[in-house]
């Protein structure tokens, strides 16, 4: 959420800011809802102000004997007027809150200018695509014979569901593994094993609620199926004052992720791009304020070690304001190379959110030398999503007699096997 002190000294760079990201100029209601907010409040305290005065006079006159009725009579209209005021406070400052929820952090100064993902920037290129002496396929079709089982999916869940079996099922839990022990060990973070269903706050906390609240599954009790794991990491910290020797914090988890999916009719209906349902190694990282864009790169470096790993061709795109998440100020996407696609495709976003989500959450730190708290800092990214990197594997490492020759990094986690062979030949 937005600083509203912020956003009152400094109307036209809000209005600036949001005009990057494609929304409209909103400080104007905004200046009108704090000041009444603030106006009403004055007003709250003055009424009060004067009640406790008009009190006194009732006990004073009472004391003596005489005839306090006026007084009386004024407590009463200052008690009216002093609710009024408190309610209208109220409902002005819901109203203000609930604008301020609903409009996207600001860009970074460094954040190019742009619509969509066409005008992204390229900042790297790692690796080279192969070369095949074949027509390549696509996933589905290596993957069908090897256990990919889309029919089953759709005939438990519907649509955008996939069934792993065998081969397939053996491949993506070593993903996982590998991945959380790559993070885990080398890169310093701390696994977690959060929840998969959590209340209100906690999207509301990360910034999916109120606004995306149609892209989420809830259950019947209330309780949302948590669209990535940094909604139950970063909400970890949520409320809680933090000592400035508990950070950074650094947290990884593996956790299925859950999306309906509402605006993407028609997009990615064939195979694991796109799926109501898929598994993702999150990276969540909590810093002190000031050093959140230090730690974006390190969180990309992060990331993009997986792929290095897996000997996956990628890419690295800087976000065009237009294109970034709701609560990023900066995002890196990684992109890996897909043969049958002959494009790159998203595998990895990794955002710095500056406090944007610490002042959702109430979360803060005490302040080094002076008295006091100032909000966190707060970033995620994939590290990486498991589905989009088993595709990439099977596309990447296909051969013609529709075989997957595995990287040599996640061997060990399939008990030294070298390639994936078809059960149906």
């Known amino acids: 959420m937005l600083d509203v002190r912020w956003a009152r000294e400094n109307p036209e760079a ?11 100029p909103v400080s104007a209601r905004v200046l009108e809802l704090d000041a009444g907010r603030r106006a009403a409040q004055t007003a709250f305290q003055d009424a ?13 006159a009472k004391s003596r004997g005489e005839d306090a009725a006026d007084a009386i009579a004024l407590v009463s209209k200052l008690k009216e007027a002093a609710e009024a005021a408190e309610a209208t406070e109220k409902n002005l400052s819901a109203e203000l ?3 301020l929820s609903r409009l996207p952090n600001l860009p970074l100064d ?82 977690v094993r959060p929840p998969l269903l959590v ?39 949520a409320g809680d004052i933090l000592d400035p020797f508990q950070l950074p914090i650094r947290m990884t988890a593996h956790t299925p992720c859950f999306r309906s999916e509402a605006g993407a009719a028609g997009r990615d209906t064939r195979g694991m791009i796109r799926m109501h349902q898929f598994d993702k190694v999150e990276l969540v990282s909590i810093v002190a304020p000031g050093d959140g864009v230090s730690e974006l790169e390190r969180m990309t470096e992060a990331a993009e070690s997986v792929l290095k790993r897996l000997e996956l061709p990628y890419r690295v795109m800087l976000l065009c304001s237009g294109d970034m ?25 990794c955002s710095f959110c500056g406090d944007f989500q610490a002042r959702r959450m109430n979360s803060r730190v005490r302040r080094v030398v002076e008295k006091g708290t100032e909000f966190l800092e707060t970033l995620n990214g994939s590290g990486v999503a498991v589905g989009r990197a088993l595709v990439a594997i099977l596309e990447n490492g296909q051969q013609s ?25």
């Open 110 to 191: 460094d954040v190019p200018y742009g619509l969509d993902e066409s005008q992204n920037v390229e900042i790297r290129v790692v690796g080279a695509p192969r070369e095949f002496e074949f027509e390549p396929k696509d996933h589905v079709a290596i993957g069908t014979p090897m256990g990919m089982d889309f029919d089953a999916g759709t005939k438990l869940s519907g649509a955008r569901f996939v069934a792993m079996r065998g081969q397939m099922a053996r491949l993506e839990r070593a993903l996982a593994h590998f991945m959380l022990d790559l993070h885990v060990t080398e890169h310093g973070y701390s696994e």
């Open 199 to 237: 209340r209100d706050e906690a999207m509301f906390g990360t910034g999916q609620l109120p606004k995306f609240s149609d892209d989420l599954f809830q259950t019947s009790e209330g309780r949302w199926l948590i669209p990535t794991a940094e909604v139950p990491l970063t909400n970890l910290i």
């Open 401 to 425: 007699d529709g075989s997957v020759v595995l990287p040599d990094a996640i061997r060990p986690y399939m008990n030294g096997l070298e390639r994936l062979i078809p059960v149906e030949a």
């Open 97 to 99: 809150d609930m604008l």
């Open 325 to 349: 998440g709701f609560g990023a100020r900066k995002t890196y996407d990684i992109e890996v190379w897909l043969p049958s696609q002959n494009t790159y495709r998203e595998i990895s976003s």
């Open 14 to 24: 809000l209005d600036k800011a949001l005009s990057l990201r494609g929304e409209p």
């Open 48 to 60: 009060q102000s004067q009640r406790r005065d008009a009190s006194k006079i009732i006990g004073q």
